[in-house]
C-alpha cells in the first residue's frame, strides 16, 4: 500500500516520527515523504528534515497521513494546498491524522460527519467543519483514523498497521520498538491530570485556540463555496 505522509514548516516532529518510525518497519507499505514544497523543512523545535516530493508530486495514494504542530495554521491559510489536500483524501482507502493534523482534515471537508479526535486543547473546533468530537487516544470510523495529540501518533500507527495489514505484525512492531510507556505522572490528559495543571495549560493556549478557531473556520468557508 502506498502511504503518504505530510511534513511542513513547524511541523511537531513526534507527530511524524512516531508513525513513521512504525510504518517503516511493515514491508507492505511503500511510503511518501510529501510537503507543500519540496527542501528543507524546520519543525517547531527547530530541527530540520529534507522533503524531496512537493504535494504536486503525488498523484495518488491509499493511505493520506497528515501531522500536527504549529504550522498548521499556516496550512489553514492556504486554500490551494488545502484544495489539493482534499482531492488527495477523496481518493485515499484510509484518511488519517495525528494531533492538529485532523483540523487540516476537517477544513477540507475530509471528516464531514466523522467521529475523530485531536489534540485535546482543539478538540471543541471539529464541530465547526462538522465533525463529531469523540473521546479516544485513537478514533477509527469506518475510514477515517485520528489520533490524539504529539504521543498518541504510535498508537494510531499500531491501530492503522493492524487494520490494513494484521493484529500480529502490529504486535511484533511494537514489540521491535519496545513501546511500553510507564510514564511519571498521571498527567496526559484534562481527565486526569491535577486541575491547576490543566487551567495552566488551558490559559497558555488561550491565544493559540482563538486564532485556529478563526483560521478553522474561515478555511472551512473558503472550500465550502461553489467555484466560480
Same mark, same amino acid.
Given at each position: 500500500?502506498?502511504?503518504?505522509? *505530510?511534513?511542513?514548516?513547524?511541523?511537531? *516532529?513526534?507527530?511524524?516520527?512516531?508513525?513513521? $518510525?512504525?510504518?517503516?518497519?511493515?514491508?507492505?507499505?511503500?511510503?511518501?515523504?510529501?510537503?507543500?514544497?519540496?527542501? $528543507?523543512?524546520?519543525?517547531?523545535?527547530?530541527?530540520?528534515?529534507?522533503?524531496?516530493?512537493?504535494?504536486?508530486?503525488?498523484?495518488?495514494?491509499?493511505?493520506?497521513?497528515?501531522?500536527?504542530?504549529?504550522?498548521?495554521?499556516?496550512?489553514?491559510?492556504?486554500?490551494?494546498?488545502?484544495?489539493?489536500?482534499?482531492?488527495?483524501?477523496?481518493?485515499?482507502?484510509?484518511?488519517?491524522?495525528?494531533?492538529?493534523?485532523?483540523?487540516?482534515?476537517?477544513?477540507?471537508?475530509?471528516?464531514?460527519?466523522?467521529?475523530?479526535?485531536? #489534540?485535546?486543547?482543539?478538540?471543541?473546533?471539529?464541530?465547526?467543519?462538522?465533525?463529531?468530537?469523540?473521546?479516544?487516544?485513537?478514533?477509527?470510523?469506518?475510514?477515517?483514523?485520528?489520533?490524539?495529540?504529539?504521543? @498518541?501518533?504510535?498508537?494510531?500507527?499500531? #491501530?492503522?498497521? @493492524? @487494520?490494513?495489514?494484521?493484529?500480529? *505484525?502490529?504486535?511484533?512492531?511494537?514489540?521491535?520498538? $519496545?513501546?511500553?510507556?510507564?510514564?511519571?505522572?498521571?498527567?496526559?490528559?484534562?481527565?486526569?491530570? #491535577?486541575?491547576?495543571?490543566?487551567?495552566?495549560?488551558?490559559?497558555?493556549? $488561550?491565544?493559540? #485556540?482563538?486564532?485556529?478557531?478563526?483560521?478553522? *473556520? @474561515?478555511?472551512?468557508?473558503?472550500?465550502?463555496?461553489?467555484?466560480?
Amino acid at each position: 500500500m502506498r502511504l503518504a505522509m *505530510m511534513i511542513f514548516p513547524n511541523v511537531t *516532529m513526534q507527530d511524524f516520527i512516531g508513525p513513521y $518510525e512504525v510504518f517503516s518497519r511493515v514491508d507492505k507499505f511503500t511510503i511518501d515523504v510529501f510537503s507543500p514544497k519540496s527542501g $528543507e523543512i524546520k519543525t517547531d523545535t527547530g530541527l530540520t528534515f529534507k522533503s524531496s516530493q512537493n504535494i504536486d508530486d503525488v498523484k495518488g495514494c491509499d493511505i493520506l497521513f497528515i501531522p500536527g504542530g504549529s504550522g498548521v495554521n499556516q496550512l489553514l491559510e492556504d486554500s490551494s494546498l488545502l484544495t489539493k489536500i482534499a482531492q488527495l483524501g477523496m481518493r485515499a482507502q484510509f484518511v488519517t491524522s495525528v494531533c492538529t493534523g485532523a483540523l487540516v482534515l476537517a477544513a477540507c471537508g475530509l471528516l464531514e460527519g466523522y467521529r475523530a479526535t485531536t #489534540h485535546w486543547r482543539y478538540a471543541d473546533l471539529l464541530p465547526l467543519c462538522k465533525a463529531i468530537p469523540f473521546e479516544g487516544r485513537v478514533v477509527v470510523d469506518r475510514n477515517r483514523i485520528t489520533g490524539g495529540g504529539v504521543t @498518541a501518533g504510535i498508537d494510531f500507527a499500531l #491501530h492503522l498497521v @493492524a @487494520a490494513v495489514v494484521s493484529e500480529e *505484525m502490529a504486535r511484533q512492531v511494537q514489540l521491535q520498538i $519496545e513501546y511500553n510507556p510507564a510514564p511519571p505522572f498521571d498527567s496526559g490528559h484534562p481527565t486526569t491530570a #491535577h486541575t491547576s495543571t490543566v487551567d495552566s495549560v488551558r490559559k497558555q493556549t $488561550e491565544t493559540s #485556540h482563538s486564532r485556529r478557531r478563526a483560521l478553522v *473556520m @474561515a478555511a472551512y468557508a473558503a472550500l465550502a463555496k461553489p467555484q466560480s
